[in-house]
């Protein structure tokens, strides 16, 4: 099975990750310093280093996180926690947007939001949630 581990170097994550490669799982896990991601390498997981920074943009139109969230743990657990909410009909597309990946969320012919990616060195090291209506009308078609 195919492991992501957020919290990987933590209390938690140490025990872990060593009992998921051993029981032949493929681990991906985070780490947000050197000597974490040297130790995950050193496991067998596959280490993504990140430091993750989510500014959102609702323009006060809709909702979004009223602060910056850093770290790749509060991050997924935001991710996570809004995903319910969005409507069933919606689909997801894999864009560019000024020149980097992103998802857009569609639902029949307009944008609900866009949430594109900083890569440094092949890593995410940013997110960034578009969700200001105003914004969004001036998409063209994905």
Not at 20 to 34: F, K, P, Q, Y
Not at 57 to 75: E, M, Q, S, Y
Not at 88 to 113: I, S
Request: hydrophobic share 45%; with cysteine; net charge negative.
């Amino acid at each position: 099975m195919k492991v992501f581990f957020t919290g990987a170097t933590g209390v938690i994550g140490n025990r872990a990750v060593p009992l998921l490669i051993e029981a032949g799982h493929d681990v991906t896990a985070v780490a947000r310093s050197g000597d974490g991601v040297e130790w995950l390498d050193r496991s067998g997981a596959r280490p993504v280093s990140v430091d993750l920074f989510d500014p959102q943009d609702g323009g006060g139109k809709v909702r979004a996180a009223r602060h910056p969230l850093h770290g790749a743990h509060r991050v997924a657990r935001f991710l996570v926690g809004v995903a319910p909410q969005t409507p069933d009909d919606t689909t997801v597309a894999v864009v560019r947007v000024n020149g980097a990946p992103a998802f857009a969320g569609l639902r029949e012919d307009a944008c609900l939001g866009i949430v594109a990616f900083d890569i440094d060195e092949g890593l995410v090291s940013g997110i960034h949630a578009i969700l200001n209506p105003d914004k969004l009308s001036r998409v063209g078609p994905l």
